[in-house]
């Protein structure tokens, strides 16, 4: 759960308008959905992630599933539980990075445009 409420810590400094936060821990997911969950942990992780002004949708994903990340998460997790630190450059298509910038501006343009009260 720990990395959990880092990531909520990390997102609250940063100016995003949504966020979705994979996770393949199903423990975490349960213990927050519980209606009150006794986890000190899972408390200040509700917290965080309701006074945030940031969209934060937080799914499930299966281990070892090919989400971009994951492994590498999953290794930073392990060398982590060894005091050691490990630097790891992650490549990422340009088409994907493209694909989610044009997602991103037609969703901003979207949202701008249901706000704008001028004549359409």
């Given at each position: 759960?720990?990395?959990?409420?880092?990531a909520?810590?990390?997102?609250?400094?940063?100016?995003?308008?949504?966020?979705?936060i994979?996770?393949?821990?199903?423990?975490?997911?349960?213990?927050?959905?519980?209606?009150?969950?006794?986890?000190?942990?899972?408390?200040?992780?509700?917290?965080i992630?309701?006074?945030?002004?940031?969209?934060?949708?937080?799914?499930?994903?299966?281990?070892?599933?090919?989400?971009?990340?994951n492994?590498?998460?999953?290794?930073?997790?392990?060398q982590?539980?060894?005091?050691?630190?490990?630097?790891?450059?992650?490549?990422v298509?340009?088409?994907?990075?493209?694909?989610?910038?044009?997602?991103?501006?037609?969703?901003?343009?979207?949202?701008?445009?249901?706000?704008?009260?001028?004549?359409?």
């Amino acid at each position: 759960m720990v990395p959990l409420r880092e990531a909520l810590r990390w997102l609250s400094q940063q100016p995003l308008a949504k966020c979705t936060i994979h996770t393949d821990s199903q423990s975490s997911l349960k213990v927050l959905a519980s209606l009150q969950p006794k986890s000190t942990i899972a408390r200040e992780i509700l917290s965080i992630w309701c006074s945030l002004p940031t969209e934060v949708v937080i799914s499930w994903v299966k281990g070892d599933s090919g989400v971009l990340g994951n492994e590498v998460a999953d290794q930073l997790a392990r060398q982590g539980t060894h005091g050691s630190t490990l630097n790891i450059k992650i490549d990422v298509p340009k088409s994907c990075l493209q694909n989610n910038l044009r997602k991103c501006s037609l969703e901003i343009w979207q949202d701008r445009w249901n706000l704008s009260e001028t004549d359409r």
